[in-house]
């Protein structure tokens, strides 16, 4: 049964291969790791029997929060895994007093749009050239809510 938990140091070195496997320019296992020691760091993990199918990391500076990243491993995709993902965020920001989640998306990476879409999210700004590797315009998406 897939369960979605926050991101514990064991579940580190499975959520960084899935961020190699899934983009140019990965977080390192690293700076993976440094976001447990992070209080202003929140990541949820989607596990199935001790194996990590996908995650969310975000940062909260109260009353807002960003999306660091969201995967989802080529296999588990079209399961609902990221909007569970994604649903069981905003429902930690809320308990918090937070307001809103904001996250950059490449402009050609439709199917996270779509999902973000979905999920609420509306499109607020465009960063010209933010991605390297390549070189990519950024979308900016905020979903808001009242407390
Ligand atoms: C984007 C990503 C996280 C989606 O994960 P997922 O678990 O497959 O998404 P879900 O199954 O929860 O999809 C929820 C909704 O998002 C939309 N969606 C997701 N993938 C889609 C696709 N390939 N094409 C069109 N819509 C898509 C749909 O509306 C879907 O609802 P539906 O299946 O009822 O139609 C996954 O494709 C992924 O890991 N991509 C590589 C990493 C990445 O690009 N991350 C985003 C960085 S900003």
Same mark, same amino acid.
């Given at each position: 049964?897939?369960?979605?938990?926050?991101?514990?140091?064991?579940?580190?070195?499975?959520? $960084?291969? *899935?961020?190699?496997?899934?983009?140019?320019?990965?977080? &390192?296992?690293?700076?993976? %790791?440094?976001? =447990?020691?992070? #209080?202003?760091?929140?990541?949820?993990?989607?596990?199935?029997?001790?194996?990590?199918?996908?995650?969310?990391?975000?940062?909260?500076?109260?009353?807002?929060?960003?999306?660091?990243?969201?995967?989802?491993?080529?296999?588990?995709?079209?399961?609902?895994?990221? $909007?569970? *993902?994604?649903?069981?965020?905003?429902?930690?920001?809320? &308990?918090?007093?937070?307001? %809103?989640?904001? =996250?950059?998306? #490449?402009?050609?990476?439709?199917?996270?749009?779509?999902?973000?879409?979905?999920?609420?999210?509306?499109?607020?700004?465009?960063?010209?050239?933010?991605?390297?590797?390549?070189?990519?315009?950024?979308?900016?998406?905020?979903?808001?809510?009242?407390?």
């Amino acid at each position: 049964m897939i369960r979605i938990v926050e991101m514990k140091a064991p579940h580190v070195p499975q959520v $960084a291969a *899935l961020e190699k496997l899934c983009f140019s320019d990965p977080w &390192s296992e690293e700076s993976i %790791s440094g976001e =447990l020691n992070n #209080r202003y760091s929140f990541w949820l993990v989607a596990e199935d029997d001790g194996v990590v199918l996908g995650y969310i990391g975000s940062q909260i500076s109260f009353p807002e929060a960003d999306v660091m990243n969201v995967a989802v491993y080529p296999d588990s995709r079209r399961r609902g895994i990221a $909007a569970i *993902l994604v649903e069981a965020l905003v429902r930690h920001l809320r &308990s918090m007093d937070c307001t %809103s989640l904001t =996250l950059e998306v #490449r402009a050609s990476n439709a199917p996270a749009i779509a999902l973000y879409e979905k999920m609420g999210f509306a499109l607020v700004g465009r960063r010209p050239n933010y991605y390297r590797h390549p070189k990519e315009d950024a979308l900016i998406m905020r979903k808001e809510w009242e407390v």
